[in-house]
Each structure stands twice: as structure tokens, then as C-alpha cells.
């Protein structure tokens, strides 16, 4: 008797630490919904947002990415960098951009990985081919329903290093809005979060990126990531909604799987859902 009651107390334990571990590496697509209102909007739009993709697999013909969208039917997809990985093969990254052309919109704009890799124009064309709009420091209007928002895009800051270019990245957005129509709701696309204190200064609604992977580990309902890039440990912007100023921030935390030497957990790959709507 007494050996079974030492036994059970540990299977018990055992079996606690298996379903945690379960748990916290759970690799499955996690769909995050938000719904912002804004008096800009007349009539709701859905908005979806990938980023960090690194060439990850998700099932044959990144069927479970795709599943996803059909289901959601969002009315612009917004690719906000590293879709592409600078060590993967670019095969499954391809995979998906061929059978976005269901979608009506699809932007995006570069991620450093991709700017490291060395086939940054190869990829630029597979994306045009694709008929997926790149946006390099500039804008596209986008009627939906009757109404038109602006979307606009900047590269990644190690674009500016790599290319030598006579821009920066606060040209490209001193270009941007100078251009702005101020009766139009403004999406800024932009890969890395840490930069919110510059692009809160020009005048956007909304402020998507992506870059720090959910921080990699997470505690949850205690610390919302572990380290990311460019932020170090205890990320201020990891993943999730912000407001800052007047305007809303959401930071993805990507679907990054194979690329990672460290690998997730308790932070699902996500892909993120935004309704826009009239107060």
C-alpha cells in the first residue's frame, strides 16, 4: 500500500509537467481578433496581418495559413516583413504568395532578414509576380465598400545600411505624409515595433508591425514575452495592442517556427485579425 500511494503522487507529476510542456510548445495558428472604431470608417473593413513568416512550413501548400484566411475573408492582407528568411529555402514563403491572388489587396513591406539575405531583388520579384503590392516608403489608396483608406510602407532600417541609399528612414516617412489625405483612415506598415515613438509623429490611425516573435517566451498572464530583437529582455512591445497618442498600435507575433534556434513557448504562431469600424 504504501508503494502505491508513492507512485501516484508522481505519475500525477508527471503527467501535470507533460500537459504544461503540451501546452507551452503548442505550435498551432492562434487568430487574435480586434475591433477598432474609428469615425474615419463608414463601413467595416478586415484587415489581416502576417508577418515573420521565415519560410515556416504550415502543411502542404500552407494550407493551415490559407484556411485560416478563407475563413476570415479579409478584405487586405498585410505581409509586414520577414515573410522571406535569409537561411530557409523561400519554397514555402512561395508556396503561400502563389494562392494569395484569391485576396483582392495584399501589401507588404521589407523585414531585416530578408534585406540580409542577399536575395532581396529575387524575392521583390516573386512578389510582383504575385501581384502583391510593395510598399518602399510610399502609399496606396484603397477603395473598399464605397470608402478609401490609405495604406502606407517602410523598409526595414537595415535596408537603408545595406543599399548605401540617400534616403533614410525618416525620409521615406517625411514623404508619406506629405502626401496624406487627411479624410482618409491611415494604416502604417512597419516592420519593427521599437520605432513607435518616431512613427506615432506622422499622423496614422493605425500602426502595424511585427519583428519580436511574441518575445519568444512567455508567462502567462505575468510577462507578455521573455527578449526580442532590438528591444532585449522584458520587450515593452512584444506582441499585442497598444495605444499610443492618438493613434492604435498592434504588434503580431509572427509565425516564425523553423527559424528560430530557440523555440516558442506559451506563444502560439498568430496570425492577426483587425476590424475597422464606424463608432
Given amino acids: 500500500m504504501k508503494k502505491l500511494k508513492n507512485i501516484k503522487p508522481r505519475w500525477f507529476v508527471f503527467i501535470c509537467i507533460l500537459i504544461f510542456l503540451a ?10 481578433h480586434y475591433r477598432l472604431v474609428n469615425p474615419k470608417i463608414s463601413q467595416s473593413i478586415k484587415l489581416a496581418l502576417i508577418t515573420d513568416l521565415h519560410s515556416s512550413n504550415y502543411g502542404k501548400n500552407q494550407i493551415q495559413i490559407l484556411e485560416t484566411l478563407e475563413k476570415e475573408k479579409p478584405d ?21 504568395l502563389s494562392r494569395l491572388g484569391k485576396f ?24 510582383r509576380q504575385q501581384n502583391v503590392v510593395v510598399l518602399s516608403g510610399d ?3 484603397v477603395d473598399v465598400r464605397g470608402q478609401s483608406i490609405t495604406i502606407s510602407g517602410i523598409d526595414d532600417p537595415e535596408y537603408f545600411q545595406k543599399y548605401d541609399t540617400s534616403e533614410n528612414l525618416l525620409d521615406q516617412l517625411e514623404d508619406i505624409k506629405g502626401k496624406q489625405i487627411s479624410t482618409d483612415f491611415q494604416i502604417l506598415l512597419a516592420h519593427r515595433p521599437e520605432l513607435i515613438d518616431t512613427y506615432q509623429k506622422y499622423g496614422f490611425d493605425l500602426v502595424l508591425s511585427g519583428h519580436a516573435h511574441g518575445g519568444q517566451w512567455r508567462v502567462p498572464y ?13 520587450p515593452k512591445y512584444a506582441g499585442g495592442l497598444y495605444e499610443v497618442e492618438n493613434s492604435y498600435f498592434i504588434v503580431s507575433r509572427g509565425l516564425a517556427k523553423e527559424s528560430t534556434r530557440v523555440p516558442r513557448f506559451f506563444n502560439r504562431p ?3 485579425i483587425v476590424d475597422l469600424v464606424n463608432p
Avoid: C
Avoid at 483582392?104 to 520579384?125: F, K
Fill in 76 to 96: 487586405i492582407i498585410l505581409l509586414g516583413g520577414d515573410i522571406f528568411d535569409d537561411e530557409l529555402s523561400d519554397r514555402k514563403t512561395l508556396e503561400l
Fill in 139 to 141: 502609399s496606396s489608396r
Fill in 104 to 127: 483582392n489587396h495584399t501589401y507588404y513591406v521589407s523585414g531585416n532578414h530578408e534585406i540580409w539575405s542577399n536575395r532581396y531583388d529575387q524575392m521583390l520579384e516573386h512578389l
Fill in 222 to 234: 505575468l510577462v507578455n514575452g521573455v527578449f526580442a530583437p532590438n528591444q532585449g529582455f522584458l
Fill in 270 to 272: 498568430e496570425i492577426i
Fill in 23 to 32: 501546452l507551452g510548445f503548442d505550435s498551432r495558428i492562434q487568430v487574435t
